[in-house]
C-alpha cells in the first residue's frame, strides 16, 4: 500500500493507492504515511512528514500562477496559508455514455445539465478555487471487462473526465455507488484504474487548502457493502481529523441506516474504530463542521433527522445536495474562511436545507454581490 503526496493546482493532496482487491467485499482502502521531501510538477515542495502534508507551491486552482488577482478571476496566494476562499459543490452528475440502453428518461439530460452548470459556474467572478463532485460522477459506465476499451472507445467514464473538464476551476470527484459496478467481473480495483486513468484521482483522498481540510471519502469499499468504509479508510479518516484543521467530510451517503440511504453501523464491531458515526460524534464538537452527502438528489438538511447533530454545536451540518442530474441550478459556492474557521453558502437561497427535501434548485443572479439573490 502506497501513499502519494503530491500538489495540483495549488492544492496539497493526500492519495491513497489501494492494493488489488477481488471483490467488492475485499475494497478497503489503505494509509501509510511516509516521510521525506517530494518536488511537484509545478515546482513546488511537499513535504511530508509523520502523514501530515505541507506545501510550498503558492499556485491555485486553475491558473498555474500566484498572483494578487488571476486571470480567471479565482482567489489567490499561498493555498498553505488560511485565508477566504470559493468552493463550488455539485452532486450527483449521473453521466451516461453512448453504451446506455435504459429507459430513465431524464437520465438522457445529464451530460447537457453538467454542461450547463459549466456554463453558468465559468461566468461566475470570481472563479472558486475548485470544485468537487458528491459522488455517482456517471452511470453505467461499465460495459467490457477490458481496460483497453475504455482506453479506445468513448463511454460514460470518458464523457464525464471530458465534461469536468470544461469548468474554468479544478473539479475533484469522489465516488457514489454508480461509479462502480460491484460484481466479480468488476472488482473495485478495476474502477479505481478507471478512476486514476481518466480523473488522475483515487479512491479516496483529502485537500488541504488555506486553513480548511476537506475529506473526499468512499463509502463503497468496505466489507460490507455500500455505506461502509473499512478498517483502514476509517483510520485515515480519524487521522485526518485529529490534525485540528476545520474541516468538511465530503461522502456520498447520508448517515442514515433508513435502506437505501443507509451509512452501515457497526461495520466493524471488532475494530479500533467500528464505523464512520463514531468518527463523527468524536469530532463534531470540536473541528469537524459538517457532513456533506448526495445520493438522494435533494437539498436537505438532516443534522436533526438523523440525529447526528445530536450534541453539536449549531454550526454543525449534516446537508444533503441536489442532483445537476435534474436540474441546472443544483450546486453551491460556498465561501471559506481559513482563519475563523467558518463558512458561507453564498447561493443558499435557491433552496435553502429544511426538513423536507426539495429537488430543484432556483436560478440565481451570479453578477450581485453576495449572497446572491436567487428566486
Same mark, same amino acid.
Given at each position: ?117 459549466? $456554463? ?112 483502514? $479508510? ?38 479500533? !474504530? ?70 458561507? !453558502? ?30
Amino acid at each position: 500500500m502506497t501513499r502519494m503526496n503530491f500538489t495540483l493546482a495549488g492544492l496539497t493532496l493526500a492519495l491513497f493507492a489501494l492494493p488489488a482487491c477481488d471483490s467488492k467485499d475485499d475494497g478497503d482502502g489503505s494509509t501509510t504515511a511516509t516521510s521525506g521531501t517530494d518536488t511537484d510538477a509545478t515546482g513546488g515542495t511537499t513535504a511530508t512528514t509523520g502523514g501530515t502534508a505541507t506545501t510550498t507551491d503558492a499556485t491555485t486552482a486553475g491558473t498555474g500562477t500566484a498572483t494578487d488577482t488571476d486571470t480567471d478571476g479565482s482567489t489567490t496566494g499561498d493555498p498553505a496559508e488560511p485565508g477566504k476562499f470559493r468552493v463550488l459543490i455539485l452532486a450527483d452528475t449521473h453521466i451516461i455514455g453512448p453504451q446506455y440502453d435504459g429507459n430513465e428518461d431524464n437520465i438522457y439530460m445529464t451530460e447537457a445539465n453538467a454542461r450547463a452548470v459549466a $456554463q453558468i459556474v465559468n461566468a461566475i467572478e470570481p472563479q472558486p478555487d475548485f470544485g468537487v463532485v458528491l459522488g455517482d460522477v456517471f452511470h453505467d459506465g461499465y460495459h467490457d471487462t477490458s481496460f483497453d476499451y475504455y482506453l479506445n472507445n468513448e463511454t460514460a467514464v470518458s464523457i464525464a473526465a471530458e465534461v469536468l473538464q470544461t469548468f474554468r476551476t479544478t473539479i475533484y470527484p469522489l465516488w457514489g455507488n454508480h461509479d462502480y459496478k460491484f460484481s466479480a467481473e468488476y472488482p473495485p480495483e478495476f474502477s479505481h484504474m478507471l478512476f486514476r486513468e481518466f480523473f488522475d484521482r483515487d479512491p479516496y483522498y483529502a485537500i488541504d487548502y488555506k486553513g480548511w481540510k476537506f475529506i473526499l471519502a468512499n463509502g463503497n469499499i468496505g466489507s460490507q457493502g455500500s455505506g461502509s468504509y473499512g478498517r483502514e $479508510q476509517l483510520a485515515w479518516i480519524d487521522a485526518q481529523l485529529a490534525e485540528g484543521k476545520p474541516t468538511l467530510l465530503f461522502t456520498h451517503y447520508m448517515l442514515m441506516t433508513v435502506p437505501e440511504l443507509v451509512t452501515v453501523r457497526d461495520e466493524d464491531p471488532e475494530g479500533p !474504530i467500528k464505523d464512520l458515526y463514531e468518527l463523527v460524534d468524536r469530532y463534531k464538537v470540536d473541528n469537524l463542521k459538517g457532513v456533506w452527502v448526495g445520493h438522494t438528489h435533494n437539498f436537505w438538511d438532516v443534522t436533526t433527522i438523523t440525529g447526528v447533530g445530536a450534541g453539536a454545536p449549531p454550526e454543525f451540518k449534516h446537508y444533503v445536495l441536489g442532483a445537476t442530474r435534474f436540474g441546472t441550478n443544483n450546486f453551491w459556492i460556498v465561501e471559506f474562511d481559513g482563519v475563523a474557521g467558518t463558512y458561507e !453558502i453564498l447561493d443558499i437561497a435557491k433552496a435553502p436545507p429544511g426538513i423536507f427535501p426539495k429537488q430543484q434548485g432556483t436560478e440565481c443572479d451570479y453578477t450581485q454581490p453576495p449572497p446572491y439573490p436567487c428566486g
